[in-house]
């Protein structure tokens, strides 16, 4: 399986998400907790939410629409009632 997550982040004065996907979602979380991860470091990250493929392609398609279109991206976090 491979997997497209959001990540909440907090810095100090910001609330920012971090899109990501990877074949091993509870690996890639150990990663991001450790601090092993430059863009989530020392900014607490959370997983808030996460889907499944069955194929690597289609996970990089979605994680790529999200990050490449407003739309897609403000669709998936009122879907998740994040604005």
Same mark, same amino acid.
């Given at each position: 399986m491979y997997y497209v997550y959001l990540l909440r982040l907090e810095g100090i004065k910001n609330k920012d998400f971090y899109i990501g996907c990877t074949s091993d979602l509870k690996e890639?979380? =150990?990663?991001?907790?450790?601090?092993?991860? =430059?863009t989530t470091k020392d900014k607490n990250p959370t997983l808030i939410y996460y889907e499944a493929y069955n194929n690597k392609y289609l996970a990089l398609k979605r994680e790529k629409g999200i990050k490449g279109s407003g739309s897609v991206y403000m669709a998936l976090m009122k879907r998740l009632g994040l604005k």
């Open positions: 890639r979380m =150990k990663q991001h907790l450790a601090g092993e991860t =430059k």
